[in-house]
């Protein structure tokens, strides 16, 4: 009895990225490759500044009274961003600079001390920290070991989930005014190729890291539930920093 005959079926493809060279030139790429657009408006454009250092919560402080030593304290930032001075109500202090604590201390002790002196230097500083989250193994908070980039933390968060668009990573960070920027680095060609690398930014407290499923057009979707992706205390964290110091919680860009 002979064997069977088996016809071959060749697996179905899906559509190219390009419906011939024309539509290459000119990048009209087929409707599966085409990447949503951000919501105009939602982000502002990305520049590079080295902001002044505010103070965040778990920051310590040696806080000198030259005209009345007795009051010297070392204090320690609140989780609301306060501290607190014998004569004195609550100060805010996260988002301050330590010349504008500094100012803000004085003002306050004024009311109950003649010209009083006050000196307000760091003691220790608060782990520097940023949220990794989207289609990562473990999202969450962490600690910045140094000056890293986004392909640092993603492998400190678990590495990429399979479903992960590496090629589109987004970073976001508060602008000078405090709305958001919107950036992308290439994660996945920079592991395959190394030309197609562009993890170049080093991040810094406060930033947030989206890996997406499919594109960027998910990272707006992401900043709709903002509120909820992030954790309260590196919420808290994060906000301070970005209002003026005076404590009103911020979290649409």
Not at 203 to 217: A, E, K, M, Q, W
């Amino acid at each position: 009895m002979g064997q069977p005959a088996y016809r071959y079926e060749p697996q179905a493809r899906g559509p190219k990225k390009y419906d011939g060279l024309f539509a290459r030139l000119r990048d009209q790429r087929h409707p599966a490759f085409q990447v949503p657009h951000i919501p105009p408006g939602l982000f502002q454009q990305w520049v590079d500044w080295e902001p002044s250092y505010t103070l965040v919560p778990g920051d310590q402080l040696d806080i000198v009274v030259l005209s009345a030593p007795e009051l010297s304290r070392t204090l320690t930032v609140g989780p609301d961003g306060r501290v607190v001075m014998p004569m004195s109500a609550p100060i805010m202090a996260a988002g301050r600079t330590f010349t504008d604590l500094q100012a803000a201390l004085m003002g306050e002790l004024g009311k109950q001390l003649r010209d009083p002196r006050i000196s307000v230097t760091p003691r220790a500083y608060a782990p520097e920290q940023v949220y990794v989250g989207g289609q990562v193994n473990q999202p969450g908070t962490y600690t910045l070991p140094g000056r890293v980039g986004a392909l640092e933390t993603i492998l400190m968060a678990g590495g990429m989930r399979p479903t992960a668009r590496g090629r589109q990573v987004a970073v976001l960070r508060r602008a000078p005014n405090g709305g958001m920027m919107l950036r992308t680095v290439n994660i996945r060609g920079g592991l395959l190729n190394i030309h197609e690398y562009n993890d170049t930014i080093q991040l810094r407290r406060g930033d947030i890291v989206f890996v997406p499923t499919s594109n960027i057009g998910e990272v707006g979707q992401f900043m709709q539930n903002f509120r909820n992706a992030l954790p309260v205390d590196f919420n808290l964290s994060y906000q301070f920093g970005s209002n003026g110091g005076n404590g009103t919680t911020v979290i649409s860009p």
